[in-house]
């Protein structure tokens, strides 16, 4: 074949790859609008549904807003159409939790609402690779207020910090009394996650597909295998300590704010039953860690210590389970590294588990991770002062 014919047919191959995007983008679309619009319309009597907005933003699930008309006017409604892998026992558990927290007057948490059959998890099948899989579906109370953050912009005002703690220490004492019944995650608990960590983590590293990730993953695994260890070595203190639903997602992008108040709080995907310290500590590795500026790859200790100020002030108000003990500020220092190691499993795995993410994104996540790994470390005796002062 000569240079000018080849041209000219990958030309053509070209165009035609180009316009089977353009319609397979627009099926996707029209598939997904009137998936969702069904869903609506034939399990809950809402409203006449109008029109789906899809809403952008989260690594795991799909979000969309379902707009209705009601004899009232229009209203909005959320709906997650749940990850294939997402096991109806997971999704379960959420929604009992959060109508536990709004009967106990949480308002700020949405509210899953019940389909014709007083279910909160509805089941749709489609096609998979030429299978039929089961795929799951939930309507919520539409929360206002601005989505002002993501877990990486995280530059919160000080009343933000302090409200964003009270909510935290608020959600743990209404959820205290929650009965899960036979429900639970399977993701496991904190400490057996840090104890299952170095082989996974070895699992991730046997895939290495020679990227300049790959390289940087490599390089530092011996110093996080290490950390892990430390990390896992004050489970037996841990014996004890309060046990209550934990959100495991508490970052700045899974609130609302007005005013400089939080006003909804969403994502309960990872929530379990687990050490509350350790739903502290991850909120300090969220909040308070920098992602731009002079302290860029630092944890900004001044905002960590009000982040426990406020928490500690808020849990005061209750009885159960109250304030961070004593037991539960010594280990804080090292939970906070154990919160830092667990977010940095989410990196990794979304890296390892799906080969078609960008390196140069991942990249900056892990570097930042390790970068507060390290961070954490050298500063574990004023995160111990700041516990002191708590």
């Known amino acids: 074949m000569d240079v000018a014919r080849a041209n000219e047919l990958y030309e053509i191959a070209d165009r035609l790859a180009a316009e089977s995007q353009t319609l397979r983008d627009a099926l ?17 009597d809402l409203g006449e549904v109008l029109r789906v907005e899809q809403i952008f933003g989260g ?27 997402t096991s109806e026992r997971d999704v379960c558990f959420e929604h009992a939790l959060v109508n536990h927290l709004s009967d106990k007057g949480f308002t700020i948490a949405a ?36 989505d002002k953050y993501t877990w990486i912009s995280n530059r919160l005002t000080d009343e933000e910090y302090d409200d964003s703690a009270r909510v935290l220490a608020q959600f743990h004492s209404l959820g205290s009394d929650f009965d ?7 993701q496991p608990p904190i400490m057996q996650m840090v104890r299952d960590l170095p082989g996974q983590f070895r699992a991730f590293a046997a895939q290495s597909r020679g990227t300049a990730f790959d390289e940087r993953f490599l390089e530092a695994l011996p110093r996080v295998l290490a950390l892990l260890e430390q990390g896992a070595a004050i489970e037996p203190r841990l014996h004890g300590l309060p046990r209550v639903p934990v959100h495991c997602d508490y970052h700045p992008g899974n609130l609302k704010y ?10 309960f995907d990872w929530s379990k039953v687990d050490y509350r310290l350790f739903d502290v500590a991850e909120g300090i590795a969220y909040f308070c860690s920098s992602w731009e500026g002079a302290d860029d790859g630092e944890v900004r200790l001044d905002k ?45 795995a979304a890296y390892y588990e799906d080969a ?12 930042h991770q390790l970068q507060f790994m390290e961070y954490i470390e050298d500063h574990q005796h004023e995160l111990a002062q700041i516990a002191e002062e708590a």
Not at 258 to 267: M, S
């Open 28 to 44: 996707q679309v029209e598939f997904l609008s009137g998936q969702l619009a069904e869903v609506v319309s034939s399990d809950y």
């Open 111 to 146: 509210r899953v609402y019940p389909d014709h059959r007083g279910e909160t998890c509805v089941r749709r099948q489609e096609l998979l690779n030429g299978e039929r899989v089961t795929r799951l579906f939930a309507v919520y109370q539409m929360l206002e207020g601005e």
């Open 258 to 267: 007005r005013d400089e108040e939080a006003v909804a709080l969403f994502d």
């Open 59 to 85: 690594y795991v699930n799909l979000s969309f807003a379902v707009v209705v008309a009601t004899p009232e006017g229009e209203r909005r409604f959320f709906v997650r159409k749940y990850k294939g892998s």
């Open 304 to 348: 960590a210590a009000r982040f426990v100020r406020a928490y500690q002030d808020e849990a005061a108000k209750f009885a159960v389970p109250g304030p961070l003990g004593s037991d539960e500020l010594a280990l804080l220092p090292r939970m906070v590294a154990n919160a830092n190691l667990y977010v940095l499993n989410w990196d990794l």
């Open 180 to 186: 899960p019944g036979d429900l639970a995650r399977e």
């Open 356 to 367: 078609g993410v960008s390196v140069d994104e991942y990249l900056v996540y892990l570097d």
